[in-house]
């Protein structure tokens, strides 16, 4: 059933956006924990990046919505299968994606090719032929292909390096698989386009600028409504971030326009949310309730921990707009400087973000602690929240299977003894 909707509340945002991150509360006749692909496909994007504390970001927004069930090594054969069914590409950042949204990236293979540079200057044609010929004889890492980096600061890439990843911007090469954290790079084909044969494709598909593919009004109305649907309810700024749209020049004019064609189309809703600025737009099954998800039969999912990559929290002026946490990620900061930690992770408990755990381990003896640098209260503490914490500090520390944790700072320093002491309710001993 459509609902007319004029204005929603900060609340039903919240527990909208929740549920549409894959982190609300399951209906009793959903499977408790969904598969690793059925994740991927609802999300749409997970953003990849080099930081490991516990485990790479990635890892950690499937262990926040599987759990412990799925181990590091099944996660990553689950991400990057054979044959393929995943893709690496721009999108918010550097994400994997599903590989049936190949295709709606063409606008942006299209752009690159356009632009005729990255943040490097492209190779000589010589180097960018060589390439495709190895190429031609099967996937490779850069590093098999003539080296990835020069001597010196981990971004100074070699021109094979520049050229691989210029191949992979233009749609020439394509990543679907990794091998000990190196992208394997491979020739593209029809086959990505969900196609045995050019032929096959929809008659609308056409080729520009040296790329086949859906036209790039196509593609954007594709990824727009779609990023509707990853957030439930969003601004115009909002919905755009999710694939960063507005890169390489796009008018936020014509995608405000795309949106507003979805609108009349009832595709989509519009409305405003009270205390907001700008309008936001809606996708109906956000606001879709059935008898099923009613809180009698509801499962409530155990706090959790998320990486300050996940999709629930990775625009930071929305995360603020609707948790009210103001964050920024201080591994980038100097030690001395940062106020909640290296890589301090939020706490989210039902709908509330109510901390911030900074983790690392730590490998001694055969034993493995999980370290809770930092913990930050983000109000003034509860018995509540203070087992919230705890719960999903424990949880956290299965992901590594942690045999003991530690406690360092704790602000205020006042709850420290209490969350210490929740943790030693489980049968490993914090400190």
Same mark, same amino acid.
């Given at each position: 059933?459509?609902?007319?909707?004029?204005?929603?509340?900060?609340?039903?945002?919240?527990?909208?956006?929740?549920?549409?991150?894959?982190?609300?509360? /399951?209906?009793?006749?959903?499977?408790?924990?969904?598969?690793?692909?059925?994740?991927?496909?609802?999300?749409?994007?997970?953003?990849?990046?080099?930081?490991?504390?516990?485990?790479?970001?990635?890892?950690?927004?499937?262990?926040?919505?599987?759990?412990?069930?799925?181990?590091?090594?099944?996660?990553?054969?689950?991400?990057?299968?054979?044959?393929?069914?995943?893709?690496?590409?721009?999108?918010?950042?550097?994400?994997?994606?599903? #590989?049936?949204?190949?295709?709606?990236?063409?606008?942006?293979?299209?752009?690159?090719?356009?632009?005729?540079?990255?943040?490097?200057?492209?190779?000589?044609?010589?180097?960018?032929?060589?390439?495709?010929?190895?190429?031609?004889?099967?996937?490779?890492? $850069?590093?098999?292909?003539?080296?990835?980096?020069?001597?010196?600061?981990?971004?100074?890439?070699?021109?094979?390096?520049?050229?691989?990843?210029?191949?992979?911007?233009?749609?020439?090469?394509?990543?679907?698989?990794?091998?000990?954290?190196?992208?394997?790079?491979?020739?593209?084909?029809?086959?990505?386009?969900?196609? *045995?044969?050019?032929?096959?494709?929809?008659?609308?598909?056409?080729?520009?600028?040296?790329?086949?593919?859906?036209?790039?009004?196509?593609? #954007?109305?594709?990824? #727009?409504?779609?990023?509707?649907?990853?957030?439930?309810?969003?601004?115009?700024?909002?919905?755009?971030?999710?694939?960063?749209?507005?890169?390489?020049? #796009?008018?936020? *004019?014509?995608?405000?326009?795309?949106?507003?064609?979805?609108?009349?189309?009832?595709?989509?809703?519009?409305?405003?949310?009270?205390?907001?600025?700008?309008?936001?737009?809606?996708?109906?099954?956000?606001?879709?309730?059935?008898?099923?998800?009613?809180?009698?039969?509801?499962?409530?999912?155990?706090?959790?921990?998320?990486?300050?990559?996940?999709?629930?929290?990775?625009?930071?002026?929305? /995360?603020?707009?609707?948790?009210?946490?103001?964050?920024?990620?201080?591994?980038?900061?100097?030690?001395?400087?940062?106020?909640?930690?290296?890589?301090?992770?939020?706490?989210?408990?039902?709908?509330?973000?109510?901390?911030?755990?900074?983790?690392?381990?730590?490998?001694?003896?055969? *034993?493995?602690?999980?370290?809770?640098?930092?913990?930050?209260?983000?109000?003034?503490?509860?018995?509540?929240?203070?087992?919230?914490?705890?719960?999903?500090?424990?949880?956290?520390?299965?992901?590594?299977?942690?045999?003991?944790?530690?406690?360092?700072?704790?602000?205020? $320093?006042?709850?420290?003894?209490?969350?210490?002491?929740?943790?030693?309710?489980?049968?490993?001993?914090?400190?």
């Amino acid at each position: 059933m459509r609902l007319s909707v004029t204005e929603l509340s900060t609340q039903q945002v919240r527990d909208i956006a929740v549920r549409c991150a894959g982190l609300g509360s /399951l209906p009793s006749t959903v499977p408790r924990h969904p598969s690793v692909p059925s994740l991927l496909e609802e999300l749409g994007a997970i953003q990849l990046d080099t930081i490991s504390t516990l485990a790479r970001s990635h890892e950690l927004v499937v262990l926040a919505r599987l759990g412990a069930i799925e181990g590091k090594r099944e996660i990553e054969s689950k991400l990057w299968t054979s044959p393929p069914t995943t893709f690496e590409y721009w999108s918010h950042a550097a994400c994997i994606l599903p #590989l049936s949204s190949y295709p709606w990236f063409a606008f942006r293979r299209r752009s690159f090719r356009r632009r005729g540079i990255r943040w490097h200057d492209v190779p000589s044609k010589r180097i960018l032929n060589n390439i495709l010929k190895q190429l031609s004889e099967g996937p490779s890492t $850069a590093n098999n292909l003539g080296g990835a980096k020069r001597p010196g600061p981990w971004w100074d890439w070699s021109e094979v390096k520049i050229g691989v990843e210029w191949l992979l911007d233009i749609g020439d090469v394509v990543c679907t698989s990794r091998t000990n954290w190196r992208r394997e790079y491979q020739l593209a084909d029809e086959s990505l386009l969900g196609f *045995k044969s050019i032929s096959q494709a929809p008659k609308s598909w056409i080729t520009t600028d040296g790329v086949f593919g859906p036209t790039d009004d196509e593609c #954007l109305r594709q990824l #727009l409504l779609a990023s509707v649907a990853a957030l439930g309810v969003g601004t115009l700024e909002d919905v755009i971030d999710v694939h960063r749209l507005s890169m390489h020049g #796009l008018p936020r *004019k014509g995608l405000s326009t795309l949106l507003h064609e979805l609108v009349e189309e009832r595709l989509i809703d519009s409305g405003t949310v009270a205390g907001w600025s700008e309008p936001v737009f809606i996708h109906p099954n956000a606001l879709h309730h059935t008898h099923e998800d009613s809180v009698s039969t509801q499962l409530q999912r155990p706090p959790v921990m998320l990486s300050p990559f996940d999709q629930l929290i990775w625009n930071r002026e929305r /995360l603020e707009r609707i948790f009210a946490m103001r964050y920024r990620i201080e591994a980038y900061t100097p030690a001395a400087q940062r106020v909640f930690g290296y890589f301090a992770m939020p706490v989210l408990y039902g709908q509330e973000l109510i901390a911030r755990v900074d983790p690392n381990k730590e490998r001694k003896s055969g *034993k493995t602690t999980f370290i809770a640098r930092t913990v930050t209260f983000e109000k003034r503490p509860t018995a509540e929240h203070t087992r919230a914490i705890a719960s999903a500090i424990i949880s956290a520390g299965s992901w590594i299977n942690a045999d003991a944790y530690e406690v360092e700072v704790v602000s205020p $320093a006042s709850a420290r003894s209490a969350l210490v002491r929740e943790l030693n309710k489980t049968p490993t001993q914090p400190t």
